[in-house]
Nanobody, 122 residues
Framework: QVQLVESGGDSVQAGGSLRLSCVASGTVHSMAWFRQAPGKERDGVAS????????TYADSVKGRFTISKDNASNTLYLHMSDLKPEDTAMYYCAANRRFYDQPLAANDYTIWGQGTQVTVTA
């Protein structure tokens, strides 16, 4: 069973930047980042095609977040800039081994990490 391990979460001030990383223990296809704030549903943030050629972003993060992946090291990244207090959440890495496309719905992913906390203070 492939496992995902996230890192990079931290507490930062509004306007700051962070880079999240997610290492997969084996080969996976498309990958994505989701986030969940207390009392809210898990929402898609960004997703990336198996080959890294196509990406999808939630409207709330377009222009501020960038998703990328390194297939050689099975590592997924999320570069976050101009962070806002509403970005505060637990961020989860997700992957699938069934298809290459990059949906942004949680039900499409079968492999999940444990999460890394991002806190943005005003």
């Amino acid at each position: 069973q492939v496992q995902l391990v996230e890192s990079g979460g931290d507490s930062v001030q509004a306007g700051g930047s962070l880079r999240l990383s997610c290492v997969a223990s084996g080969t996976v296809h498309s990958m994505a980042w989701f986030r969940q704030a207390p009392g809210k549903e898990r929402d898609g943030v960004a997703s990336i095609h198996r080959e890294g050629t196509r990406t999808t972003y939630a409207d709330s993060v377009k222009g501020r977040f960038t998703i990328s992946k390194d297939n050689a090291s099975n590592t997924l990244y999320l570069h976050m800039s101009d962070l806002k207090p509403e970005d505060t959440a637990m961020y989860y890495c997700a992957a699938n081994r069934r298809f290459y496309d990059q949906p942004l719905a949680a039900n499409d992913y079968t492999i999940w990490g444990q999460g890394t906390q991002v806190t943005v203070t005003a």
